[in-house]
């Protein structure tokens, strides 16, 4: 028998709480001619999660269930409930989706952990994983991260991972005509961090790469920002990075960003946090190229940054309890400085 699926989440309240309806980011970012997002965690089943996520966020990218080792534990076995889950949140919620990544030396599945077979049997496994994975959402994906995180993060060159060692790095070019085959409507990015322009080396080898890729004829369509930032974040570099990747006419995006800040956070740091949002926005929303802008995750509750860097934090624009942060009005201010002038430059309607 079908199952049911469950009805959309009430958009309950306003985040600004004065009792007016408030416009959300979504409705913001629309007039803008943007998508704003998040990453999603398996806490759909959280009311205050839930209701936040449909209310203010029209994009939503699985934060891990749509990665090789979340999918398969061996060849040819798939399971896709919780990525599910999260497609039919989105569709319930009319959201957008980002896949989020066929190709990526991490969260290899077990059979790929100590590869031993040949290059042959590889290229093939990954044009199955491809087909499989982005076949199944076919037409129901906006855009892809096909690979994800290839380049050395201190030299000009390409990581070390079994698809670079074992196929080279004609795999990338092969990823992406794969992907453009399962699903030939989705737009394909490449994703990565430090693009910003931290790592000079990386980001001016990235897209020196990038060129060729386009020479090549490689179907690819824009590039994914990760931007994880922090307090001392130059957004300066990181508009003149973003500017030439748009003037080869690639979409940009930001893909998975956050701006980490010394916990505890103080009032200061977070008014500088809410700072940066607003002005890596309001660059990105400058490019015509721009078409989308996610933050990784939305709540101080649920974030990789505590984990992964010691004693930083609170990266994200809602806290613990889902209360708007300076981060969220400074999104807010970029989105409706950028709706007023769209408002003013519109054709007349008659
Ligand atoms: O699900 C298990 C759980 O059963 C177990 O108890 C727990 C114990 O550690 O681990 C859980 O899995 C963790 C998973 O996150 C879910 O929380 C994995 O160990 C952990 O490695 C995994 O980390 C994710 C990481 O990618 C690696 O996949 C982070 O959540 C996720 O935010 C992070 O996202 C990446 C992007 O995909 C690519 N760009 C960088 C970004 C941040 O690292």
Known sequence: MKKKSKPPVRAKKAAA???KKTPALRDLAARCGILIGTCVAPKLDEPDYAEVLAR?????TSENHMKWSCLSNAPGVYDFAEADRMMDFARRHRQAVH????LWHNCLPPYLRGYAGSREELIDMVRVHINTVAGRYRGRILVWDVVNEVFADDKADFRPSVFSTVIGREFVPMAYRFAREADPGAKLLYNDYCLEGQIP??????YQTVREWLAEG???DGIGFQAHLDNKSDIGLAAEQMARYADLGLDIYVTELDFRVPLPAGK????????LYRDLLRVCLDFPTFRGFQTWGF?????WVPGFFKGMGDSLPFDVKYRPKPGYHGLRTALEECAGRRAKTAPPLV
Do not use: I, W
């Open 17 to 19: 709480g004065n009792g």
């Open 99 to 102: 896949g989020h990544t066929l």
């Open 201 to 206: 080396v990386k980001s001016d080898f990235c």
């Open 299 to 303: 709540t101080d509750g649920c974030s």
């Open 218 to 220: 490689v179907p690819l």
């Open 56 to 60: 203010e966020y029209d994009f939503v």
């Open 268 to 275: 200061a740091m977070l008014a500088l946090q809410g700072r």
